[in-house]
């Protein structure tokens, strides 16, 4: 099969277009074929190095972890999926090797979840991480409705999934963007303010006696997020590990079909909508890397099928 590869860690110049073994299906597993593959920040950052001291590594790596396709084959005891079936994951694995970025993946049904007939297959890529993300960001606040949570970065990705689950949930949501990103916020029912110096300043102005709750998706903002937060608040980041020594939660999530299903539910009903910002082929992973790392994007960056 086809696949996008690299050898050895390094910035996007590693990346290349490889023939790699199709994957074995083992029992309780499922064989998929991509149709779409989101990208995430994650995705570059252990390709350059930065987990190696967290997780193991097998060269050549497959990068990516978020895949929406078609169930190519099932391995034995895989009593919940058939070939034809189209599903979605967050499909990491313990040991950074075989990927999404490629023709075929062969993932855990423990993992997998059948996607929402709503979502077009860019659509579904780009919601298992960055939604699981939001979701569980919001379980470990513990906010109820009523309460005022102010999100660091409402723009992203994770930000605007985040917005929908908390206002669906009766929470009152400040958000920091760019001001060309304030209108679309508006319209996932935030109440948007501009990062930056003067932020402190300006969430006191509409939030006087504080906020309950906080979740940073930027890094690098907890002194404002202490001095924002209520006596007793709570605050979780998923961008700064320092803030767990300053009574704060670092999320990480772990991948489970069950909290994909509870996505779904929010999909199909409506309460929950997926924005792509951009697409590129799969050959073209090393360019969509690049439109990551410029952190510009008004949505998910997603690759879709080989075209060559």
């Known amino acids: 099969m086809k696949a996008m590869t690299y050898a050895q860690y390094g910035g996007t110049e590693v990346l290349e277009e490889t023939q790699q073994p199709t994957p074995k299906v083992s029992p309780g597993a499922v064989l998929i074929r991509v149709k779409a593959a989101g990208v995430n920040p994650v995705d570059w950052k252990i390709m350059s190095g930065g987990l190696d001291a967290l997780m193991d590594t097998n060269f050549p790596v497959i990068p990516g972890w978020d895949v929406a396709g078609v169930v190519e084959a099932v391995g034995f005891d895989t009593p919940e999926f058939k070939a034809g079936d189209e599903v979605y994951s967050y499909g990491r694995r313990d040991t950074v090797h075989g990927g999404t970025f490629a023709e075929l993946v062969a993932l855990p049904a423990a993992i997998v979840a059948h996607k929402p007939a709503s979502l077009s297959w860019e659509q579904a890529a780009a919601l298992p991480l960055t939604g699981m993300t939001a979701q569980r960001t919001l379980d470990t606040l513990g906010v109820a409705a009523g309460q005022t949570l102010l999100i660091h970065n409402g723009s992203g990705s994770v930000g605007r999934t985040a917005i929908q689950l908390a206002v669906n949930g009766g929470l009152r949501v400040i958000a920091t963007a760019s001001p060309k990103n304030h209108q679309r916020?508006?319209?996932?029912?935030?109440?948007?303010?501009?990062?930056?110096?003067?932020?402190?300043?300006r969430v006191q102005?509409?939030?006087?006696?504080?906020?309950?709750?906080?979740?940073?998706?930027?890094?690098?903002?907890?002194?404002?997020?202490?001095?924002?937060?209520?006596?007793?608040?709570?605050?979780?980041?998923?961008?700064?590990?320092?803030?767990?020594?300053?009574?704060?939660?670092?999320?990480?999530?772990?991948?489970?079909?069950?909290?994909?299903?509870?996505?779904?539910?929010?999909?199909?009903?409506?309460?929950?909508?997926?924005?792509?910002?951009?697409?590129?082929?799969?050959?073209?992973?090393?360019?969509?890397?690049?439109a990551s790392m410029s952190g510009h994007g008004n949505g998910k960056i997603v690759l879709t099928e080989f075209t060559n």
């Open 205 to 290: 102005a509409v939030a006087p006696e504080g906020v309950d709750a906080v979740a940073d998706f930027i890094g690098d903002v907890v002194e404002e997020t202490l001095a924002l937060l209520k006596a007793g608040g709570r605050h979780a980041s998923i961008a700064d590990w320092s803030v767990m020594g300053h009574g704060g939660t670092y999320v990480w999530v772990r991948p489970d079909a069950g909290e994909l299903e509870r996505l779904s539910t929010l999909v199909q009903d409506g309460t929950l909508s997926v924005d792509v910002a951009q697409t590129f082929p799969l050959q073209e992973a090393a360019q969509a890397f690049e």
């Open 185 to 201: 916020l508006r319209e996932l029912g935030a109440e948007p303010l501009t990062y930056g110096p003067g932020l402190v300043e």
